[in-house]
């Protein structure tokens, strides 16, 4: 099979297929008397697997464990595979706990110690973040204090109480804070209770695919590992 032929197969150029087998994705290929690469439906395996398990795993870490694989260090390709799957068990139980956390925080609105508006530094202590952090949610748009006129001082009211509370929950659960902000922002300008449904619903989608994904990943390596052990196999017999 010429890479051409493997290209079409799966919509590539046959650069791709030729940068693939550079990086490792494909087992040693043989090649022709005139210098080409020769690829069998072992090597059309590979790149099934590479492609399926890039959707889960995202484009370095299928690398890491198809050279794994392709150098006979199976071990290494399995703890980056359950590694993949615990980090995905650790977010479903974040958005399980956020989803908690945030159904509360969205509908009621923390009042500060005695009524009045917390300081930087108190606001800090009650959520255990250091000033500065705060300080930097302010830049990106996250809270939006208050000064006092006398002492030019921040204030955090109740709405930033909350959105400081929201925040260090989705931090937590590994958001960036450009989704941070657009968060709080779409929280503010729904009221509450739309944008929290919306955010849960896309996050919980979001982990749905990605296990659908590692499993369909797990599906053609599984598939790649067989036909692989079974040309180990045939490489080794007395007969070749």
């Known amino acids: 099979m010429r890479p051409v032929d493997l290209a079409r197969e ?8 030729r940068n693939y087998d550079g990086a490792g994705v494909f087992p040693p290929t043989e090649r022709s008397e005139t210098g080409y690469r020769r690829y069998t439906p072992l090597h059309a395996q590979a790149l099934r697997a590479f492609l399926a398990l890039r959707r889960g795993h995202g484009h370095q870490q299928a690398l890491e464990i198809m050279r794994a694989t392709n150098r006979g260090d199976t071990e290494s390709a399995y703890r980056l595979i359950d590694a993949a799957h615990v980090a995905l068990l650790a977010e479903r139980d974040t958005r399980t706990e956020v989803a908690t956390a945030l159904d509360g925080l969205s509908t009621t609105t923390p009042v500060p110690v005695d009524g009045r508006p917390l300081t930087v530094g108190e606001l800090a202590r009650r959520i255990g973040v250091h000033p500065a952090t705060l300080r930097t949610w302010e830049t990106e748009g996250i809270l939006r204090p208050v000064r006092d006129r006398v002492t030019g001082y921040r204030e955090y009211g109740p709405d930033c109480v909350r959105d400081a509370e929201i925040a260090r929950q989705l931090r937590r659960g590994g958001y960036l804070l450009r989704q ?19 955010f849960l619903d896309s996050w ?7 296990s659908r994904d590692l499993l369909s990943g797990a599906a053609r390596f599984d598939t790649y590992l067989t036909l692989l052990d079974r ?6 017999s007395p007969s070749n």
């Open 231 to 236: 040309a180990r196999q045939d490489a080794d």
């Open 10 to 17: 799966h919509g590539l150029s046959a650069q791709a297929i």
């Open 204 to 210: 919980q989608h979001r982990l749905t695919t990605r």
């Open 180 to 198: 941070v902000a657009q968060f709080v922002a779409s929280l503010r300008e729904a009221g509450g209770a739309d944008a929290l449904s919306d």
